[in-house]
């Protein structure tokens, strides 16, 4: 199995890592003619805007609504997960305008930058390491979305079919469950 890191900008190597620790075969994705080749995609973190602008400078919006449509998964983690959301807080206009949710950027305030710790994610196991950094928040989700972890009583991590969106930073860790989690629904896909 193919696995793509979206490689505009953010934390590319360390998925890299871990879709190859829990058996894929990670792929930096630098242009969308590589996206063909691919069975899956990650979203890395970063920042939002920046990703979000190369992703219109590279012609990245249209190439990946044109991959979801295929069914193809899609894992946006931290600014991937604002990056795939229908609706960002306080902002006129989103990115890929996939995932039926509405998010808030930096929704930990600044006493939280970031911080680490366990997480109960539903279909994975209740102890899964998570790294947040300046991390978003899942404000409302739609009806086909299904909710996979919390962190007091906020939405962290939440899957709406062939799309998983995570708001820490799975990649950070050693524990590549989540990982091995988004191999199983692109291998559901093939
Ligand atoms: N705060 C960043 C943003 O809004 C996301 C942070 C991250 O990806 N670690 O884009």
Same mark, same amino acid.
């Given at each position: ?14 998925? /890299? ?21 691919? $069975? ?10 920046? /990703? %979000? ?40 206009? =989103? ?9 808030? #950027?930096? +929704?930990?305030? #600044?006493? #939280? ?6 997480? +109960? /994610?539903?279909?994975? =196991? ?15 989700? %739609? ?8 962190? @007091? $009583?906020?939405?962290?991590? +939440? ?5 998983? +969106? =995570?708001?820490? @930073?799975?990649?950070?860790? $050693? ?11 692109? #291998?559901?896909?093939?």
């Amino acid at each position: 199995m193919k696995i793509g890191v979206l490689a505009l900008q953010g934390a590319v190597a360390e998925h /890299i890592r871990l879709i190859e620790k829990a058996g894929g075969e990670g792929v930096i994705v630098k242009k969308v003619e590589q996206l063909d080749e691919l $069975d899956g995609i990650i979203i890395p973190g970063g920042e939002s805007t920046t /990703i %979000g602008k190369l992703m219109r400078t590279y012609h990245f919006i249209e190439a990946l609504r044109a991959f979801s449509e295929q069914k193809k998964p899609i894992f946006g983690t931290c600014a991937g997960l604002i990056v795939i959301a229908n609706e960002i807080e306080g902002q006129p206009e =989103a990115h890929l305008e996939l995932m039926d949710m509405k998010v808030s #950027r930096n +929704a930990f305030g #600044r006493q #939280r930058e970031s911080f680490e710790t366990n997480l +109960a /994610i539903k279909g994975i =196991a209740d102890d899964v390491r998570a790294v947040f950094i300046r991390a978003p928040l899942i404000n409302e989700v %739609g009806s086909d979305v299904e909710v996979l972890a919390t962190y @007091h $009583d906020q939405i962290v991590a +939440a899957r709406q079919g062939h799309l998983l +969106a =995570a708001s820490f @930073h799975p990649e950070l860790t $050693d524990d590549e469950r989540m990982h091995a989690y988004f191999l199983n629904m692109v #291998r559901e896909n093939k």
